[in-house]
């Protein structure tokens, strides 16, 4: 069946880095386009990066350009998130999810920002 499995997420201080990643199994990889969604305590689910099935193009939620790079080894069906600068702000619940009308989740990995 369709796995995608997050890791990655943590504890960090504010102006740390992480890298997240999403090992997909179950269906063709480099068939989707990939997003990473974020939802932080009280609030709603929001976009944070997507990237093309070739990983060619990527998009990062304007809030979060300069700091967030989304990326995919097709190869070995994994998507990737570097997180750096990190700030209190971004203390969430991060997923990654394929593109689509009835997309995929996993179940998320938190990541926590605090001194």
């Known amino acids: 069946q369709v796995q995608l499995v997050e890791s990655g997420g943590g504890l960090v201080p504010p102006g740390g880095s992480l890298r997240l990643s999403c090992s997909a199994s179950?269906?063709?990889?480099?068939?989707?386009?990939m997003r990473w969604y974020r939802q932080a305590p009280g609030k709603e689910r929001e976009f944070v990066a997507s990237?093309?099935?070739?990983?060619?193009?990527?998009n990062i939620a304007d809030s979060l350009k300069g700091r967030f790079t989304i990326s995919r080894n097709n190869a070995e069906n994994t998507l990737y998130l570097q997180m750096n600068d990190l700030k209190h702000e971004d203390t969430a619940v991060y997923y990654c999810?394929?593109?689509?009308?009835?997309?995929?989740w996993g179940q998320g990995t938190q990541v926590t920002v605090s001194s």
């Open positions: 999810a394929t593109g689509g009308a009835s997309p995929y």
């Open positions: 179950g269906f063709v990889f480099s068939s989707y386009v």
């Open positions: 990237i093309s099935m070739s990983g060619n193009r990527s």
